[in-house]
């Protein structure tokens, strides 16, 4: 049995879903995406990305047809068409199909894509293991906290990181680590989290804005500001955080070893009380 994914109002298999050639997502990457995950067949912080979702598109002018509360249906109905008990679900909206040219065309309807993936989140062998990072120049535009379906950089960070053997690629601008290819970077000092400053410079995480929410209940605290590549190496600990890493700890960084090479206690921790939260159904406003 295929997929159920839904397209422009449709739920339909796989197999015949399609979408205009003249798509501005497809011919010019003019489109925003977000990935919610879903653990125990619950959605995860749906609200926080939906509204991730509407600051991104009000930053290209891309307007939304879709209320808050139609775009979760959505995602309920193909949780449950497709019987999805662990994974995420990928939503991509773009300015739509129109003859190819750069300024916006007027007249044109959004283009609205969902899928869903099957994904070991909870049980993720990282999880046990740790995951090496990789360093890498960041290659990316100015404006980072958009979340645009322009990902040809961090797909050339990743596979840069899958070829050097590793599970995640860090970016760095001048020797600042700015994020990861697919997530927010932080590393520990002692009881305190560290992880830079929101800004254009990268994306507003949501696990990150999570994690952040029960800093009490964990016993942390958080100091937000830079690190340097060199101070990362330096670090007590180390992890990242994404909707579909959820809080994975970081044991080897260049090749350089983190905490003895095994997860620490503090990602241990953070990652117990996010799934903890998640299953219950967690919600961010």
């Not at 399609?18 to 010019?28: A, P």
């Not at 959605?43 to 808050?68: F, T, Y």
């Not at 044991?251 to 117990?272: C, F, K, M, V």
Request: glycine residues 8%; hydrophobic residues 40%; charged residues 25%.
């Amino acid at each position: 049995m295929s997929r159920i994914v839904y397209v422009n109002g449709a739920y339909l298999p796989e197999e015949e879903a399609k979408i205009s050639v003249f798509d501005r997502g497809f011919i010019f990457g003019d489109g925003i995406y977000e990935v919610s995950a879903v653990i125990g067949g619950k959605l995860v912080d749906c609200e926080a990305h939906l509204a991730r979702l509407e600051r991104s598109c009000g930053e290209i002018r891309l307007g939304l047809p879709w209320s808050k509360a139609e775009l979760v249906a959505i995602h309920e109905e193909l949780i449950k068409r497709n019987n999805l008990d662990e994974g995420g679900i990928y939503l991509q909206v773009s300015r739509g199909a129109a003859d190819r040219d750069f300024p916006f065309p007027k007249d044109v309807q959004p283009t609205l894509v969902m899928f869903t993936q099957a994904r070991n989140f909870v049980n993720a062998p990282g999880a046990k293991t740790g995951i090496k990072v990789v360093s890498t120049p960041d290659l990316r535009w100015a404006r980072r906290d958009i979340k645009s379906v322009n990902l040809l950089a961090p797909v050339l960070a990743k596979q840069f990181a899958l070829e050097s053997g590793a599970q995640e690629a860090w970016l760095v601008e001048d020797g600042v680590v700015t994020e990861g290819a697919s997530s927010t970077a932080w590393i520990v000092k002692g009881k305190t989290l560290i992880s830079r400053p929101l800004s254009h410079k990268v994306l507003p995480g949501i696990t990150r804005k999570a994690v952040l929410a029960y800093l009490e209940e964990s016993g942390f605290s958080f100091e937000e500001r830079e690190f340097t590549l060199e101070e990362a190496l330096d670090a007590e600990e180390a992890f990242i955080t994404s909707a579909t890493s959820l809080v994975m700890p970081v044991t080897s960084i260049d090749g350089h070893t983190i905490h003895n090479g095994a997860p620490g206690p503090t990602a241990q921790r953070l990652r117990e009380i996010y799934i903890d939260y998640a299953r219950k159904g967690g919600v961010l406003g």
